[in-house]
């Protein structure tokens, strides 16, 4: 899952300073033009803090500077990675069980609703006889695929 926010490096503070001195614009100037309301998301960036990821991206692209190149991703040793990614976590295991009495769940809540989605979801109006409706399995067909061409 992505994180909602993001930060810039050292390296990348540097670059975008260069390109705000570049444009000679002022903090209010890019908070506006990024539709911002104050200019502390602004300061933030240019301090290294953390600030959302869409005000981030946004930023970058007023001073016309790949995010990607900017932001301060985390590192993470790859047999860190290697371990993290074998082992199921606490949280995968209860989303499991959670999952599992979601389907039941949802199962029931089909059971009650079928009929009457049916009822009011099979028919449809007929474009060239306004006066008739059509029931879906009269307007598609079954398909059949070969395994193999012949």
């Not at 803090?49 to 869409?54: D, L, S, Y």
């Not at 995968?92 to 009457?116: C, G, K, P, T």
């Amino acid at each position: 899952m992505a994180k909602r926010s993001l930060k810039a490096s050292p390296l990348g503070i540097a670059k975008a300073k260069q390109a705000f001195q570049r444009r000679e614009w002022t903090q209010e100037y890019l908070a506006s033009a990024v539709d911002l309301q104050t200019r502390q998301p602004i300061w933030k960036f240019f301090s290294g803090r953390p600030i959302e990821r869409h005000l981030f991206i946004d930023i970058c692209f007023q001073l016309n500077l790949d995010w990607e190149d900017i932001a301060d991703f985390p590192k993470i040793d790859d047999l860190e990675l290697e371990a993290i990614s074998n082992q199921p976590s606490q949280d995968q295991l209860s989303q499991d069980h959670a999952s599992e009495e979601n389907l039941d769940w949802i199962q029931q809540v089909r059971s009650h609703v079928n009929n009457s989605i049916q009822h009011q979801c099979s028919h449809t109006q007929n474009v060239l006889d306004l006066t008739s409706s059509l029931t879906l399995s009269q307007i598609y067909t079954d398909i059949y695929l070969l395994p193999h061409l012949s």
